[in-house]
């Protein structure tokens, strides 16, 4: 079993930073990727970030270059530092791993974390 802790969130101006960490905690064979996910009031669920095993990263457009996504892999926590957050930014953030739990699983398995809410003021 796997769980998925958000933490770091809050209310930053906007121009601000901020940094999510999200642990993974329990027994599994493996973690393939771990991702950013937010969704706004109103918006569907968006993809931010996402790095896998061997450390590639992806970015949707709207936060390349602004967020950067990170993993500390004795620690199995994935970390997302946000820069020059704007209000648009606004939404909860969710964490996100594909995790294969038994080592002669077939398919793995995503886990997702409660979330965590980012505001940014004006």
């Known amino acids: 079993q796997v769980q998925l802790v958000e933490s770091g969130g809050g209310l930053v101006q906007a121009g601000g930073s901020l940094r999510l960490s999200c642990a993974a905690s329990g027994t599994f064979f493996s973690v393939e990727y771990m991702s950013w996910y937010r969704r706004a009031p109103g918006k569907q669920r968006e993809l931010l970030a996402r790095?896998?095993?061997?450390?590639?990263?992806n970015y949707h457009d709207s936060v390349r270059g602004r967020f950067t996504i990170s993993r500390d892999h004795v620690k199995n926590t994935v970390y997302l530092q946000m820069n020059s957050l704007k209000p648009e930014d606004t939404a909860v953030y969710s964490c996100?791993?594909?995790?294969?739990?038994?080592?002669?699983?077939?398919?793995?398995?995503?886990?997702w974390g409660q979330g965590t809410q980012v505001t940014v003021s004006p």
């Open positions: 996100n791993a594909l995790v294969t739990v038994n080592v002669d699983d077939i398919i793995p398995v995503n886990y």
């Open positions: 790095i896998t095993s061997d450390g590639s990263t």
